[in-house]
């Protein structure tokens, strides 16, 4: 039916631009934070980049999960039953929301990391573990997104 | 494992003192107890930063002019050689800092003076002095009177982007009111020499690059001189650790070393007619610490680094968190494609840099075999290779082994639920053994009613044929536990206090249990997206790459490779971090970790 589908797609779209609008802002909140930092110090563009990629992650989440409901669990057609377009609904909420949110709290993190390392300190290392873990929800998120597609699948 | 430690007291006269602290620094053994009224702002200290910093600076400028492709050779290191470095750079520095401010002012000059064309102004000077003068100007093209020809003499040197250019002949000198304009001043050189000059100044430059440049060749004598100035403030330091006494005649001096060495120590203490005195370590003391470990758990001794080293009467749970760290990397990588990656790439390292690794790359390249090994094997749980299914094979002893190995999502989820159960219960057996080290058994006997507890209740639920829950065996279990649990975990205090701290323990670990286990799904996750991502680079690069038979196999490469190389980053940057947090907050907090002791360093040349 065609509601149906209407209704999953908007939570692929929920999915795709919450999660993409939190990575670039993730990432551009750490990259302004490089720029400045990159004034101080010379030969640390490397720990720069590394660290303003992590927030990008989140958005390649978002897609991930478009992509398996597209082409691993074949439900986005026109066949597509009510409770399968509610779950994908579900789905993208709950990625969307919380790859937009982790992205940005990550980039954060990352953006803080970045200016302690501009002041000379060897943060690095320690920044990279701990951004991480906001990261995890993303992941988490992404695996339940997995879950929730693998029992709707046809 | 912590390693036994001794501790030596030394006695030296104070005329003997720097000979025996350099008797103490050539056995580098010790690791010297920092004194309580040491000063932090010492002068002799600043002088060695500040020189240091210079030294710093000098070796980071030099650094920047070593050529990659075309390496000098370096000079042998020397010291002395070393230290003049940073002052040769400045002098370097100044003299190409002026040469650059006068090619400035010379390029400028050039400026002013390409238009006027090449003259000598020798010229000009010599027709001033028979009485004509030659005046610059410039004006725009519309406002240039042609009859100027006649009354100044005035000749048209060149007409360029609207401006005329042009000269005047007279024996006035007030030319320049009478025209209204501004006579431009030409500096007394001629364009020959002048481009002469700023060629001669380009190649000064040149020179002090060039010799910059060359002091590059000095490196190893800058390191040289970097180590002199620490190990003179490590002297220092260590020197102003003694303790006078006596009226200044007699220096006191405590240090630690591990007791495998006390043998050792004592022959070359004894040579050297030292007064020194051994002795154990009181609960007081701050000792420093040493890892003995095994070559397998001696591996993760790095990890354990990254929290806190534990104090001296504490057990080190490095070996013990060891097995785990390795089946938890492998879980949350999860693809036996990336362990194969990971084993090989550090084979390959290791094999290939043989020479020139350090001794501490070598152990982390030999930890990145161990870690990349337990993931081909994990991987096999879920048998994802570079995000294929390797268990889709129609290969008989593929098929086999998915009988044998294969688990499904769920079953991945409860395995990694039943780590942390084994993982947390185990943690509660080491703080069991703590507390008997540390404080004596009976501290210890509340914690084994909790772990008696939780397995009893474990083992009810699993197996209710042979021990039904809340049946008579079980109480039997249960009562025991519950009066160690709610009368005897603070054996000094009275019972009322006792039952208050057991139900207050009851809500904690309740809570905390609860969090704890659940925290060991991260695990399953990890692996699960991690799994997702692959397949998904795989799909993109099948699907993207066009139907053409040059172009598709190398977008399906490109994508390929640079899909999966962000996901092996991602993956086991999580992989490394997140079976680390299991280790220290689930693993260090049910075992009763503290930490916080320092590292054993001893003082050495």
Redesign the interface.
Known sequence: METNLFIAYIGIAIMLALTGIGSAYGVTIVGNAAIGAAKKVDGKFGNFLVLTALPGTQGLYGFAGYFMFQNIFNVLTPEITFFQSMATLAAGLALGFIGLLSAIRQGQVCANGVVSIGQGHDAFGNTLILAVFPELYAIVALAAAFLIGSAIAV | MVAKMKKFTFLAYYRDYDAFLHDLRDLGLIHVAASDRQVEDNEQLDEFLVKLKQLREAQKILNRQIDKKSAAPLNEPDIERGKTIPREIELIQNTTASLNQQLQVSIKERELLRPWGNFDPENIERLRKAGYLLDFFIVPDNQYNPEWETTYDAVVVKRETSRTYFVTLTQNEKVADELNLESVKIPGISLTQLDGLIASLREKIQVQDQKLKALAAELPSLKAAIGDIEQRMNYTRVHQSGTSLADDKLMLLQGWAPADNQREISDYLELKAVYFDVADPTPDDEVPIKFKNNKFARLFEPIAELYMLPKYNEIDLTPYFAPFYMVFFGLSLGDVGYGLFLFTAATLAKILQKSKLSTSMKAILSLVQVLGASTMVTGLLTGGFFGFALYDLDWPIVQALKEKAFFD?NRMFMLSLVLGVVQVLFGMCMKVFNRIKQQGFKYSLSTVGWIVLLVSFIVAALLPNALPMFGTVHLIVLIPAALLIYFYNSPDKNPFLNLGIGLWDTYNMATGLLGDVLSY??L???G??GG??A??FN??AA?MSPDNAIAKPIVYVLIFLIGHA?NIF?NT??AI??P??LTFVEFYKNSEFEGGGKKYSPFRK
């Open positions: 999502n799904v991260r399953f996750a990890l699960l997206s997702i991502l397949s998904v799909s993109l699907g962000i991602m940057l999580g971090v997140h680390v947090r």
